[in-house]
């Protein structure tokens, strides 16, 4: 079955300075991988997802991932936090054998300090 | 750009109430799904659809039905509300079964006294 694990739940991080949020998965086949990001009061929003193209993916707003098989991971960066990018991030993952499914993990709160 | 409405930001019900939450989205989407998001647990797929009258169970179908009469509205039916039913509720929509993306509602928070 799959799954996602999100390592950490809060990350705080000074405006400026690089963000990376965790996330391992557990998949049976190739799997697509997304990332989602909700605002306060707000819906999810796609930032990026991977379905077996390049494994370094761009995203909106200065994001990227990078799918790495050999670790199960599909962590995602950011070079330099804006105040804006304050919310809950959420890795997703989903299999063709699952019709597609979409598993998502726990979410990580994103803070950022001026 | 693709539009997920849902009919209510905030509800507040009494215990053994029977609850809607309506959703409706206006890009003819074939599949429309209901999640609950809960602090550290994510989100949770109670119901899904793929197409007009068909409903599928998710992970947490307990105590909840759905409905889907047209193509452009899928309801989430409490029967007898609960108070563990107090969460968010998230209504999204997505073209086909290919891995497309979700796009989401705003969320209606329910709280259930």
Same mark, same amino acid.
């Given at each position: 079955?799959?799954? &996602? =694990?999100?390592?950490?739940?809060?990350?705080?991080?000074?405006?400026?300075? %690089?963000?990376?949020?965790?996330?391992?998965?557990?998949?049976?086949?190739?799997?697509?991988?997304?990332?989602? &990001?909700?605002?306060?009061?707000?819906?999810?929003?796609?930032?990026?997802?991977? =379905?077996?193209?390049?494994?370094?993916?761009?995203?909106?707003?200065?994001? $990227?991932?990078?799918?790495?098989?050999?670790? +199960?991971?599909?962590?995602? =960066?950011?070079?330099?936090?804006?105040?804006?990018?304050?919310? $809950?991030?959420?890795? *997703? *993952?989903?299999?063709?054998?699952?019709?597609?499914?979409?598993?998502?993990?726990? @979410?990580?709160?994103?803070? #950022?300090?001026? | 750009?693709?539009? &997920?409405?849902?009919?209510?930001?905030?509800? #507040?019900?009494? +215990?053994? $109430?029977?609850?809607?939450?309506?959703? *409706?989205?206006?890009?003819?989407?074939?599949?429309?799904?209901?999640?609950?998001?809960?602090?550290?647990?994510?989100?949770?797929?109670?119901?899904?659809?793929?197409? &007009?009258?068909?409903?599928?169970?998710?992970?947490?179908?307990?105590?909840?039905?759905?409905?889907?009469?047209?193509? $452009?509205?899928?309801?989430?039916?409490?029967?007898?509300?609960?108070?563990?039913?107090?969460?968010?509720?998230?209504?999204?929509?997505?073209?086909?079964?290919? %891995? =497309? %993306?979700?796009?989401? @509602?705003?969320?209606?928070?329910? +709280?259930?006294?």
């Amino acid at each position: 079955a799959q799954s &996602v =694990t999100q390592l950490d739940s809060h990350v705080s991080v000074s405006e400026g300075t %690089p963000v990376l949020l965790r996330c391992n998965y557990s998949s049976s086949y190739s799997p697509s991988l997304f990332w989602y &990001v909700q605002h306060p009061n707000k819906g999810l929003q796609l930032l990026l997802k991977y =379905t077996s193209a390049a494994t370094l993916v761009k995203g909106i707003n200065g994001f $990227e991932a990078e799918f790495k098989k050999s670790e +199960t991971s599909f962590h995602l =960066t950011k070079p330099s936090a804006h105040m804006s990018d304050a919310a $809950e991030y959420f890795c *997703v *993952v989903s299999e063709i054998r699952t019709g597609n499914m979409l598993t998502f993990g726990g @979410g990580t709160r994103l803070m #950022v300090k001026p | 750009d693709v539009k &997920v409405t849902q009919s209510s930001r905030y509800l #507040v019900k009494r +215990t053994g $109430e029977k609850v809607f939450l309506e959703c *409706v989205q206006d890009m003819d989407h074939e599949n429309m799904f209901w999640y609950r998001q809960d602090p550290g647990l994510g989100l949770r797929l109670i119901y899904f659809s793929y197409d &007009v009258k068909m409903k599928e169970k998710g992970d947490i179908p307990e105590g909840y039905s759905v409905s889907r009469e047209k193509k $452009e509205r899928f309801s989430l039916i409490l029967e007898s509300a609960s108070t563990n039913q107090t969460s968010m509720y998230l209504c999204a929509s997505s073209l086909d079964r290919s %891995p =497309t %993306p979700l796009h989401f @509602g705003n969320g209606t928070r329910l +709280t259930v006294t």
